[in-house]
């Protein structure tokens, strides 16, 4: 990375909004962080995912428009490591000092233990795919700032909502749910933008696709993924890119994507496809 940002950005990036009155949402440059707040406890909210890396400037900016200045989450978590969900985290711990969780699973990844494999430059897509190779894919050393998830599925401070293991596009990747509105955050595990694409990219075009191409390394499980997402029936659901989709056109999007994941999800080729034939 040399310390360079990197030059992606979309048309509506830095344009913060609410999702739900508890739910809001600031686009990164190119990927999404939510806030999202307890309902039981006042001016207790929890940040999720970190956006781009060089971003913890703007993050915080956007966080200070929304719950006035020197506001800090009571924790960070994290749906998975890669770096445009990362790029910020060192640095908001070290101006927070809040604790971040993961998955199990992805702490290999938020401890300098593990890189994930190289984006796949080859994968079927679009320019975006193309310029993967240019991405981080090495760790971020979060030490024991990075705690596991609890075992039970509960997210701390955020009583009304669970995580659920939706493992494919990472290993360790997961999404937040809330029973009582059917309320989504999925990460990567599906987004609503066809990240591939630099043009769709960066006109936010909407559209429910698969996990990014470039770095899904398994897709039978994020196929098992989806599936048990779109089984929950949400209602909303914030993606890690692109806009937020709700009610008829996210549950249409869903169920194709579900039928059809071969042909709208999988690459015709790259490196981590295993195709049958
Ligand atoms: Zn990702
Ligand atoms: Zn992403």
Same mark, same amino acid.
């Given at each position: 990375?040399?310390?360079?940002?990197?030059?992606?950005?979309?048309? %509506?990036?830095?344009?913060?909004?609410?999702?739900?009155?508890? &739910?809001?949402?600031?686009?990164?440059?190119?990927?999404?962080?939510?806030?999202?707040?307890?309902?039981?406890?006042?001016?207790?909210w929890?940040?999720?995912?970190?956006?781009? +890396? =060089?971003?913890a400037?703007?993050?915080?900016?956007?966080?200070?428009?929304?719950?006035?200045?020197?506001? =800090?989450?009571?924790?960070?978590?994290?749906?998975?490591?890669?770096?445009? /969900?990362?790029?910020?985290?060192?640095?908001?711990? $070290?101006?927070?000092?809040?604790?971040?969780?993961? /998955? @199990?699973? @992805?702490? +290999?990844?938020?401890?300098?233990?593990?890189?994930? +494999?190289?984006?796949?430059?080859?994968?079927?897509?679009?320019?975006?795919?193309?310029?993967?190779?240019?991405?981080?894919?090495?760790?971020?050393?979060?030490?024991n700032?990075?705690? #596991?998830? #609890?075992?039970?599925?509960?997210?701390?401070?955020?009583?009304?909502?669970?995580?659920?293991?939706? +493992?494919? /596009? %990472?290993?360790?990747?997961?999404?937040?749910?809330?029973?009582?509105?059917?309320?989504?955050?999925?990460?990567?595990?599906?987004v %609503?933008?066809?990240q591939e694409s630099?043009? =769709?990219?960066?006109?936010?075009? =909407? @559209?429910?696709?698969g996990?990014?191409?470039?770095l899904?390394?398994?897709?039978?499980?994020?196929?098992?993924?989806?599936?048990?997402?779109?089984?929950?029936?949400?209602?909303?659901?914030?993606t890690?890119?692109?806009?937020?989709?709700?009610?008829k $056109?996210?549950?249409?999007?869903?169920?194709? &994507?579900?039928?059809?994941?071969?042909?709208?999800a999988?690459p015709?080729?790259?490196?981590?496809?295993?195709?049958?034939?």
């Amino acid at each position: 990375m040399d310390n360079k940002p990197l030059p992606l950005f979309s048309l %509506t990036s830095d344009m913060a909004y609410q999702v739900l009155p508890d &739910l809001y949402c600031y686009p990164n440059q190119i990927v999404n962080i939510c806030c999202v707040e307890n309902s039981k406890k006042a001016n207790d909210w929890v940040l999720v995912d970190t956006g781009m +890396p =060089k971003s913890a400037d703007s993050i915080i900016k956007a966080i200070e428009e929304r719950f006035g200045e020197n506001s =800090k989450p009571k924790a960070i978590v994290l749906t998975h490591g890669h770096f445009d /969900h990362v790029g910020a985290v060192v640095d908001l711990v $070290e101006e927070w000092d809040v604790p971040v969780y993961a /998955h @199990e699973a @992805e702490l +290999p990844f938020l401890t300098g233990e593990s890189s994930y +494999p190289e984006p796949d430059g080859s994968v079927e897509g679009g320019l975006v795919a193309k310029m993967s190779p240019m991405f981080p894919n090495e760790p971020v050393d979060l030490g024991n700032h990075v705690k #596991p998830l #609890p075992s039970d599925g509960t997210v701390p401070h955020l009583p009304d909502w669970r995580w659920i293991h939706t +493992p494919g /596009h %990472t290993p360790g990747h997961i999404s937040l749910f809330r029973d009582e509105d059917r309320a989504l955050i999925a990460g990567d595990a599906f987004v %609503t933008v066809k990240q591939e694409s630099l043009y =769709k990219v960066i006109t936010q075009h =909407k @559209e429910i696709n698969g996990p990014p191409r470039y770095l899904t390394t398994d897709w039978e499980a994020a196929r098992d993924s989806v599936q048990n997402l779109e089984a929950l029936n949400p209602s909303v659901a914030v993606t890690g890119h692109g806009k937020p989709v709700y009610g008829k $056109e996210l549950s249409d999007g869903l169920k194709r &994507l579900v039928q059809d994941f071969d042909r709208i999800a999988i690459p015709d080729y790259g490196h981590y496809v295993n195709r049958k034939r």
